[in-house]
C-alpha cells in the first residue's frame, strides 16, 4: 500500500509512471508499425494478418485495455506533473537566456523537444482517436471518400479462402454489401490504399507522426534517467539512440501513405 | 586596473513579498574590467546611498564561490552563465562597454523575494533537514582506513558534496525543480558507509519534503547541470531516482 502511495503521491513516482507507460506504449508503437509495414508484403498478408489478431479474442481485449489503462495513466500524471510544474514555476525570467559565454546557451536552454512534450503528447493523443474512428470504428463521416460503399469501411471484406471465379484468399474482395462483422475477413489493405489517397488524411498523419517522432526522441531517452538507469558512461549512447529509433520510426510510418500516394502500393 | 566599462543596469526592485515589483534602470558608469559583479554592484549602491535612494538589495557573503548565497539571474542566466562560476566570482570583463545587463532574482514559488534580489531560500534547509545528515555521532576523526571507502565512491560522494544550495538549478529548470540539489544531498551520503543507516529513510524523506515544499519535476533538460557553479552532474538525479525508487521497495514509508 506504501508503495503505491509512494509512486501515486510523489513527483518522482509519477515520473515512473511515466517512464513504464511510455515504455509501454512505445512497444505497441513498434509493433503497430511492423504489422503496418505488411502492406508491402501484399494484400493476402496483410489481410491474413489483420484476421489473425482479430481471432485472438479475449486476448486482444486484454491488450486493448492495457493500452487504454497504459494511455490513460500516461495522460493522467503529465496532466498532474504539468499542473504542479506549472505552478512551480510561476512567474519567470522575463529576460531572453544571455550567458556571458554565447556558446553555453544551447546547454542552458531546454531543447524543443523537452519544452514541448505535453503538447506534442495531447495532439498525438488526439490523433490517436482519429485514427481510431478512421480505421477501428469505420466511422464514415471522417475518411474523406464520397461514395455509398467505396466511403464505408464496414463493407471491405474478403474472401478468406480460395475458390472459383479466380477467387484468391485474403486478396479478391466480397462483393460489395455483403459480407458481416465478425464472420467475414476485413480488407484491410484496401482501407489503407484507399484512406491514405485523400490528401488531407494523409496531411494529419504526417504531422501526427512528426510530433510522434519529436516526442519520442526526448521521451526514449528521459524515460532511462527517470528509472534510475543512465548516466554519462552510456548516456550520449542513450541520447543518440533515442533520436535515432525516433527518425527511423518516422520514416517507417511515413512511407506507408508516401507508397499509396506514389502509387507504388495500389 | 583593468579597462573601464560604462554599463546600464536593468534591476528588478520589489520592496517586499506582497509588492509586484518593477525594473529600475540605473547607470554603472566607470566600471573596471577586474571587479566581480558583486563589486560592481557595490560600486552602483554607493552612487545610491551619496544620492539618497535606496541602494539594491542582493545576498553575498564569502564572494569567493563557496557559501552560494549570490543569487541572481544575470541576462537570464542564474550566476551569468559562466561554466562552473558563481556571480560573485563572475567579473566584469565578460563584459563589453555600452552593453545592457538586466539582473532578476532567482523566481520559483517556492522561492518567495523578500526584497530586490534576495529571496528566502528555507524551504533548501527544510528539506535538509528532513534527512539530509547522519544522526549518530560518528566519533573524532578516525584512524586511517578504520572504515574503508572505495577511492571511486569517495570521489563521486565529493562530486556531489560540492553542492552549495545556492538554488540555481531551481532558478535555471524550467519546472522550477530542485531534483540537482536534492539527488547531490541524498547522492552524498548514500555513497558513503556513514550514511547507510539511514539511506532509505533519507530518499523517501527527502523527496516527500521536496515535492512538499512546491517545487517541480524533473523533465531532464539539463538547465540546471549546465548553470550549476559547482557543476554538479545529471547523473546524480538518476541515481535519486534510483534510490528512491529502491527506499519505497525496502522500507515503503518514511
Known sequence: MNLIKGIFNTSLGRKYI??????????????????????????????????????????????????????????????????????AAGKRHEVKVDPVDRHRRDDIVARFAARTMIFSGLIIAAFAFYHLAHYTWKVPQINGISGEF??????????????????????????????????????????????????????????????????????????????????????????????????????????????????FVK | MGKELNLKLKVWRQDNTDDSGRFEEYDAKGIDTDMSFLEMLDVVNEGLNEDGKEPIAFDSDCREGICGSCSMVINGVPHGGQQGTTACQLHMRHFSDGMTITIEPWRASAFP???????????????????????????????ANATPVPKEDADLAMDAAQCIGC????????????????????????????????????????????????????????????????????????????????ALIKKGTV
Open chain 2, 113 to 143: 523575494v523578500q526584497r530586490d534580489l534576495v529571496v528566502d531560500r528555507t524551504a533548501f534547509d527544510r528539506i535538509q533537514q528532513a534527512g539530509g545528515f547522519v544522526s549518530v555521532r560518528t566519533g573524532s576523526v578516525p584512524d
Open chain 1, 18 to 87: 511515466m517512464a513504464i507507460t511510455g515504455a509501454g506504449l512505445f512497444g505497441f508503437i513498434i509493433a503497430h508499425l511492423l504489422g503496418n509495414l505488411l502492406v508491402f508484403a501484399g494484400p493476402a498478408a496483410l489481410n491474413e494478418y489483420a484476421k489473425k489478431l482479430h481471432d485472438l479474442g479475449p486476448l486482444l481485449w486484454v491488450a486493448r485495455l492495457g493500452l487504454l489503462a497504459m494511455a490513460g495513466l500516461h495522460i493522467w500524471s503529465a496532466l498532474k506533473l504539468t499542473t504542479e510544474n506549472r505552478e
Open chain 2, 167 to 246: 538554488g540555481a538549478c531551481v532558478a535555471a529548470c524550467k519546472n522550477a525543480s530542485a531534483m540537482l540539489f536534492v539527488a547531490a544531498k541524498v547522492s552524498h551520503l548514500s555513497l558513503v558507509p556513514q550514511g547507510q543507516p539511514e539511506r532509505e529513510r533519507r530518499a523517501l524523506a527527502m523527496v516527500q519534503k521536496m515535492d512538499e515544499e512546491g517545487f517541480g519535476s524533473c523533465t531532464v533538460t539539463g538547465s540546471c547541470e549546465a548553470v550549476c557553479p559547482k557543476q554538479i552532474s545529471l547523473d546524480f538525479i538518476a541515481r535519486m531516482n534510483r534510490e528512491y525508487g529502491c
Open chain 1, 150 to 263: 467505396k466511403g464505408d469501411f464496414e463493407t471491405y471484406y474478403v474472401h478468406e479462402v480460395d475458390g472459383d471465379n479466380n477467387q484468391t484468399a485474403f486478396v479478391t474482395p466480397l462483393p460489395q454489401g455483403e459480407g458481416a462483422e465478425g464472420e467475414n475477413a476485413s480488407d484491410v489493405y484496401r482501407m489503407v490504399v484507399n484512406g491514405f489517397n485523400v490528401s488531407w488524411v494523409v496531411g494529419f498523419y504526417v504531422v501526427a507522426i512528426g510530433l510522434l517522432c519529436v516526442h519520442l526522441s526526448h521521451g526514449l531517452s528521459a524515460m532511462f534517467q527517470s528509472l534510475g538507469m543512465k548516466n554519462k558512461n552510456y548516456g550520449k549512447w542513450i541520447d543518440c539512440g533515442a533520436k535515432a529509433v525516433a527518425i527511423l520510426i518516422f520514416l517507417g510510418y511515413i512511407s506507408i501513405p508516401v507508397a499509396v500516394l506514389a502509387g
